[in-house]
């Protein structure tokens, strides 16, 4: 039988846009009016999908709706989807920050929350009296939190500063107190939403290992909400897409990461970009645009093993700059860098003679398995130390199954690179 942790039937919850609380004295009314009556809540009827890109018809919008999922003891569960899907919502409820509209939350152990960062630390308060202050908010009692008082120190990386009000804290100094102090006090259930993306690479690593431990040896539960697929693929064991509000898909990590991208991925060949679009530098080269061409030129989103890609750009120089740097970084869905390309790895050298140029970058005979992958332009000074312009995950491309050299079956699954090295038998040897 399951080994049940934690449970969620039918939970939906309904904002009303604009308001702080339930709305006007009249629909409180309402609501009292038909709950004695035994009649459902007439507001409950009403109310748009989570569509943060539609306008909608209602002030009512349901955040989250008719969400089921249960979670046995000592899994890990990846919780991911676009922002504003409701993840962050579902991790409120779960740890019973807010109250579902509808639905129920059953568990069966304590639950620990980093929902944000520095969420209750007193600032007044010392690193260590918050400690002793987060233990007793988790339920511990003075005696666990002070046998584990040494540990979260040293993990935290805080000594030093330990004995210093909080207030004076960094961000990702917060954070790692928090986690330290979540991590090491042993809940039942740890929730946690996208704080690790405060902290550095190493704490972020120590983090990753320190749920695995706890998961695995401890036989705890993890809810982790990121948008780090990498971390993702790497700690959980099962994955739930939210869009709009309500779940795409709940099963395999692998198979997860692949709706979520599938979701989150437009299939579109070319872009323009504008002064919307989420970019950084400090614009004295802006992009115009992007777009994918394969070998006969033809404006494709999709391509096969064997294909040429093509990466067409227009950059627009809006200072008296004659010479920058470009940078194209190719990624998988799980946000892993696959390489970073530029001109003077092949000896070529951008000199600006007009405000606005068009290139194209031809990567020959990709290799690529198949699944989705994003690219990263950046433009730069020749030592890559001023950012002109940046747009990450500006566009992003398939690479199917298929193509001249495949004759057999090639999953994501089974790699990264596809070769096909010559093979040949050296000599015969005689026993």
């Given at each position: 039988?399951?080994?049940?942790?934690?449970?969620?039937?039918?939970?939906?919850?309904?904002?009303?846009?604009?308001?702080?609380?339930?709305?006007?004295?009249?629909?409180?009314?309402?609501?009292?009016?038909h709950e004695i009556r035994g009649k459902e809540n007439p507001y409950l009827k009403i109310g748009d999908?989570?569509?943060?890109?539609?306008?909608?018809?209602?002030?009512?919008?349901?955040?989250?709706?008719?969400?089921?999922?249960?979670?046995?003891?000592?899994?890990?569960?990846?919780?991911?989807?676009?922002?504003?899907?409701?993840?962050?919502?579902?991790?409120?409820?779960?740890?019973?920050?807010?109250?579902?509209?509808?639905?129920?939350?059953?568990?069966?152990?304590?639950?620990?929350?980093?929902l944000e960062v520095g969420t209750g630390f007193n600032g007044e308060m010392t690193g260590r009296e918050n400690i002793f202050l987060n233990g007793a908010i988790l339920g511990m009692t003075k005696k666990e939190i002070a046998s584990k008082l040494d540990e979260?120190?040293?993990?935290?990386?805080?000594?030093?500063?330990?004995?210093?009000?909080?207030?004076?804290?960094?961000?990702?100094?917060?954070?790692?107190?928090?986690?330290?102090?979540?991590?090491?006090?042993?809940?039942?259930?740890?929730?946690?939403?996208?704080?690790?993306?405060?902290?550095?690479?190493?704490?972020?690593?120590?983090?990753?290992?320190?749920?695995?431990?706890?998961?695995?040896?401890?036989?705890?539960?993890?809810?982790?909400?990121?948008?780090?697929?990498?971390?993702?693929?790497?700690?959980?064991?099962?994955?739930?897409?939210?869009?709009?509000?309500?779940?795409?898909?709940?099963?395999?990590?692998?198979?997860?990461?692949?709706?979520?991208?599938?979701?989150?991925?437009?299939?579109?060949?070319q872009i323009k970009f504008d002064h919307n679009t989420n970019r950084s530098g400090n614009g004295k080269m802006e992009f115009l645009s992007l777009e994918f061409l394969n070998q006969n030129n033809k404006s494709v989103q999709e391509f096969s093993i064997g294909d040429d890609l093509n990466i067409a750009f227009k950059i627009k120089n809006n200072s008296d700059e004659t010479r920058s740097e470009i940078g194209i970084q190719i990624k998988s869905s799980d946000d892993m860098p696959?390489?970073?390309?530029?001109?003077?790895?092949?000896?070529?050298?951008?000199?600006?003679?007009?405000?606005?140029?068009?290139?194209?970058?031809?990567?020959?005979?990709?290799?690529?398995?198949?699944?989705?992958y994003s690219v990263t332009i950046i433009s730069c000074n020749t030592t890559g130390h001023e950012i002109y312009d940046m747009i990450n995950n500006a566009l992003h491309f398939d690479v199917l199954d298929g193509g001249k050299y495949t004759i057999r079956p090639l999953p994501r699954t089974a790699g990264l690179f596809f070769l096909n090295p010559e093979w040949k038998k050296v000599s015969d040897l005689i026993n």
């Open positions: 039988m399951k080994d049940i942790i934690l449970k969620a039937e039918n939970i939906s919850k309904q904002y009303r846009l604009g308001q702080v609380g339930t709305g006007t004295l009249s629909h409180d009314l309402n609501r009292w009016w999908t989570n569509d943060r890109s539609t306008k909608g018809e209602s002030d009512y919008v349901w955040a989250l709706q008719d969400i089921n999922f249960e979670v046995e003891r000592g899994e890990v569960l990846g919780i991911i989807g676009k922002n504003g899907a409701g993840k962050s919502t579902l991790l409120k409820i779960l740890s019973k920050v807010t109250a579902p509209t509808t639905g129920s939350i059953k568990c069966w152990g304590r639950i620990a929350s980093l979260i120190i040293e993990f935290s990386g805080c000594e030093r500063y330990i004995d210093t009000p909080v207030k004076r804290y960094s961000s990702g100094m917060t954070v790692r107190l928090a986690f330290a102090v979540a991590a090491f006090l042993e809940p039942e259930i740890l929730v946690i939403d996208e704080v690790l993306a405060v902290g550095d690479a190493e704490f972020q690593k120590k983090a990753i290992g320190k749920m695995q431990d706890i998961s695995k040896q401890g036989g705890r539960t993890v809810l982790f909400v990121s948008h780090n697929m990498a971390a993702i693929k790497q700690l959980c064991t099962r994955g739930i897409v939210l869009e709009n509000g309500k779940v795409k898909y709940d099963g395999n990590v692998d198979k997860a990461i692949e709706t979520y991208s599938e979701t989150n991925y437009s299939k579109i060949s696959i390489f970073h390309i530029m001109p003077r790895d092949s000896n070529y050298e951008f000199i600006h003679t007009n405000t606005e140029e068009q290139y194209v970058v031809s990567i020959k005979d990709i290799r690529l398995f198949p699944g989705s």
